[in-house]
């Protein structure tokens, strides 16, 4: 059974840092490219960032660019998303999801919460 | 630019058929998409791709009901026999340059 488990949310004051985690299992991560995408409160989806199934490569969105950092362990099966210099425009729920383009399967996971309120 | 359209809001009766309208804009009418459904307070869930020549790849335990269909820039998602817990906000996504992803604004699907 495939899971993907967000952790790591809470309310950060602005300008501090966060640091999201998603654990996978049922599925082999290692060959599949990972994101990281939001949804503020009572908006739709946006994209944050992708990284590259071995880790090579990293793409974000130009909201986020130079303040977060995407990165994964294949060993521990685990995302993560480094969140600097936080504003309340990141207050959202962040949610992993998981792509392969070879077979066309996306897993998503159930979301954390971030706020940035002071 | 590239941008999908939704429609904010659709509506239907407890089984009947409904479809829904994404839009690609001008110069990206080849693109494939994929669907995604979001029910009420649980994260997103991939239901199929769909490609501009109406071909589509379900994702898994997709029941028979959601079908994909294209027409030039319009990406189409058909749900039939429609039940309670269809109702959700529906995203579609395209994949932009450098593999990000570009969401179109969701529809929210009312079963009445």
């Known amino acids: 059974q495939v899971q993907l488990v967000e952790s790591g949310g809470g309310v950060v004051q602005p300008g501090r840092s966060l640091r999201l985690s998603c654990a996978a299992s049922?599925?082999?991560?290692?060959?599949?490219?990972m994101h990281w995408v939001r949804q503020a409160p009572g908006k739709g989806l946006e994209w944050v960032a992708v990284?590259?199934?071995?880790?090579?490569?990293?793409n974000y969105a130009d909201s986020v660019k130079g303040r977060f950092t995407i990165s994964r362990d294949n060993s521990k099966n685990t995302l993560f998303l480094q969140m600097n210099s936080l504003t309340a425009e990141d207050t959202a729920l962040y949610y992993c999801?998981?792509?392969?383009?070879?077979?066309?399967?996306?897993?998503w996971g159930q979301g954390t919460l971030v706020t940035v309120s002071s | 630019q590239l941008v999908l359209t939704q429609s904010p809001s659709a509506s239907a009766s407890l089984g009947a058929s409904v479809k829904l309208t994404c839009t690609l804009s001008?110069?990206?009418?080849?693109?494939?998409i994929t669907w995604h459904q979001q029910q009420p307070e649980k994260g997103p869930r991939h239901l199929m791709k769909?490609?501009?020549?109406?071909?589509?790849t379900k994702g898994d335990g997709i029941p028979d009901r959601f079908s994909g269909s294209s027409s030039g820039a319009e990406r189409y998602l058909t749900i039939s026999s429609l039940q309670s817990d269809d109702e959700a906000y529906y995203y579609c996504?395209?994949?932009?340059?450098?593999?990000?992803?570009?969401f179109g604004g969701g529809t929210k699907l009312t079963v009445l």
């Open positions: 990284i590259w199934h071995d880790g090579s490569n990293k």
């Open positions: 769909l490609n501009s020549d109406g071909s589509h």
């Open positions: 001008s110069g990206h009418s080849s693109y494939d």
């Open positions: 996504q395209t994949w932009g340059t450098a593999t990000n992803w570009v």
């Open positions: 999801a998981a792509y392969s383009g070879s077979s066309y399967r996306y897993y």
């Open positions: 049922g599925f082999t991560f290692s060959s599949y490219g």
